[in-house]
């Protein structure tokens, strides 16, 4: 059983950082690419970053490009999403997820690509 449990959020003003954390049971994470989605009241769930298992490959959505990095240590299975320029609208529910496979899949964007979630966490940015 993999177990994905993500910690930094919190209420920040517009324009702060907040460096979110995703801790993963197991040897397993090393194994496979990690994703960082959110899910703002009222809309469904959307990717922001996928990273491959050895970091060689990260991808983002063009909405956090330039403002987002995750980022991982897998000494110490945890995957992180570091994030500055924080905007109103980048206030959402943030979930880490594992992938199905190592590398990165032309899906990698998609839910249907993770199969573990972790229970989320909160980021709220005030204006």
């Known amino acids: 059983q993999v177990q994905l449990l993500e910690s930094g959020g919190g209420l920040v003003q517009a324009g702060g950082s907040l460096r979110l954390s995703c801790a993963a049971s197991g040897r397993i994470f090393n194994s496979y690419a990690m994703g960082w989605f959110r899910q703002a009241p009222g809309k469904e769930r959307e990717f922001v970053a996928t990273?491959?298992?050895?970091?060689?490959?990260?991808y983002y959505s063009d909405s956090v490009k330039g403002r987002f990095t995750a980022s991982r240590d897998n000494a110490k299975s945890t995957l992180y999403l570091q994030m500055h320029i924080l905007k109103p609208e980048d206030t959402a529910v943030y979930y880490c997820?594992?992938?199905?496979?190592?590398?990165?899949?032309?899906?990698?964007?998609?839910?249907?690509?993770?199969?573990?979630w972790g229970q989320g966490t909160q980021v709220t940015v005030s204006s």
């Open positions: 997820a594992r992938a199905r496979t190592p590398y990165l899949v032309a899906t990698y964007n998609a839910e249907v690509s993770y199969d573990y």
């Open positions: 990273i491959s298992w050895d970091s060689s490959i990260i």
